[in-house]
């Protein structure tokens, strides 16, 4: 079996190597290749994966290239996780909307447009190498905005899922809190990427006990702590909001809080200049203890089980992943793409069925996916009109200065990257 990483210079890369190296009797790879045009950082964490999987007693062989096409070739899968512009256009995602008392984040917001402006049409280039070279090779996309990113590939005619490492995260908490394994926690999961609620959490199986009421009345103060919201909101939805709804219902609060203190990006631009150092060190044979604080917790894992189900092997028979709608959540198109526990084999993922949302949910739902509809419209086509249309649409924005204003500065802190501008 062959795997390739695009983006594999990024310093997440350890985190998956590990996931790669412990559940190799789950995914069985026989050969690895990291592609990165940083050939610089490309050299440093090739040379930790190689040593990880040595440790660890793997016999997979890891390539390491900055050409994409021999990278993907004959690749049984290609998992995608990119930053187009680094952390310097990160930072900038996190910053200038704060100027016009907009949230600033990557994923969301007018940031989380700049992000799917940049990388779209990035994205669709080397899906279309993919597909060149190995029309049959799955691709797993971990690269934000994921729903985006993922609807542009399926409407492609990809073969492709997304993945985010949220609800592994929450299955993982939720182990912890009531003792039990992981496999063990099934959760109702629905939204789109990084507009999630936990709506269940089912012991054994789809069909299992909803334990969700016990467990925030049990613990619900450490499920607010770790979403950084009141305990009032978690009680009041009934259910566990993604800690991405903190940029919706704590909007203005979190805007004050951003302003305050350095931007995310400059935080993770200095984690990583340290952690190329340390992954520079030829005695470091194991992922640092510092890449817990970079993000991605269990994105490994998650990535091990998903590619695993996709090639036929031993993966979970239901997971959660970013995929076509067709039909699940019935007030959305079918083309939509939504992150919702799915029956995943080698033919590709099914959503389960969803029973009917309260409208404060899918009311949401409703909104943000017509933004994502005008975003894709705009990373596809390009255009000052469009940029606005999809700001203005954004529930996190929604006023018409506001979007104007946006959009110029949108443009202007991205015009390296926008072929169109």
């Not at 899968?77 to 930072?91: K, T």
């Not at 990084?194 to 450490?222: F, I, K, M, N, S």
Request: aromatic content about 6%; charged content about 25%; some cysteine.
């Amino acid at each position: 079996m062959k795997l390739a990483v695009v983006g594999g210079g990024s310093t997440y890369t350890p985190e998956l190597i590990d996931g790669f190296a412990r559940l190799r009797d789950t995914l069985p790879i026989e050969e690895l290749v990291l592609v990165d045009p940083a050939a610089d950082r490309l050299e440093l964490v090739g040379g930790l994966a190689r040593r990880i999987f040595a440790k660890q007693g793997h016999p997979g062989r890891i390539v390491t290239t900055s050409d994409v096409d021999a990278g993907v070739a004959d690749a049984d899968a290609v998992l995608l996780q990119l930053r187009v512009g680094g952390q310097a256009a990160r930072n900038q995602d996190e910053t200038w909307p704060l100027e016009c008392g907009c949230v600033g984040q990557e994923t969301t917001g007018a940031g989380g447009l700049a992000k799917a402006l940049r990388t779209v049409p990035v994205v669709l280039d080397i899906a279309e190498r993919v597909r060149r070279t190995n029309p049959n090779a799955w691709i797993i996309d971990f690269t934000n905005p994921v729903g985006i990113v993922t609807r542009a590939l399926l409407q492609a005619g990809h073969k492709a899922v997304g993945l985010c490492n949220v609800a592994i995260g929450f299955q993982r908490k939720f182990a912890r809190l009531l003792d039990v394994a992981p496999g063990q926690v099934h959760l109702d999961h629905v939204g789109l990427n990084h507009l999630t609620w936990e709506t269940g959490v089912r012991l054994g199986g789809p069909e299992g006990e909803d334990v969700l009421p016990a467990l925030l009345e049990q613990h619900g103060d450490a499920v607010a702590e770790d979403l950084h919201m009141p305990r009032a909101i978690v009680d009041r939805l009934g259910v566990v909001p993604s800690y991405y709804l903190r940029y919706y219902y704590q909007h203005d609060a979190v805007v004050e809080e951003l302003r305050t203190k350095p931007s995310r990006a400059s935080e993770v631009a200095e984690m990583e200049r340290t952690l190329l150092e340390m992954y520079g060190d030829p005695a470091l044979d194991e992922k640092p203890e510092l890449l817990a604080k970079r993000g991605g917790a269990f994105y490994s894992e998650a990535a091990v089980d998903l590619a695993a189900s996709l090639l036929g092997g031993g993966g979970s028979p239901y997971q959660v992943v970013n995929t076509a709608n067709n039909g699940t959540l019935p007030f959305l198109p079918d083309d939509a793409v939504i992150e919702v526990q799915a029956s995943v084999d080698g033919k590709g993922a099914r959503p389960l069925a969803v029973p009917r949302l309260d409208p404060l949910f899918a009311g949401l739902i409703a909104n943000v996916t017509g933004y994502e509809d005008l975003a894709l419209d705009a990373a596809l086509r390009g255009g000052r009109d469009r940029v606005f249309k999809a700001l203005l649409a954004h529930p996190l924005i929604g006023q018409y200065a506001y979007a104007e204003r946006l959009t110029d500065s949108l443009i202007a802190h991205n015009r390296e990257h926008l072929a169109w501008a």
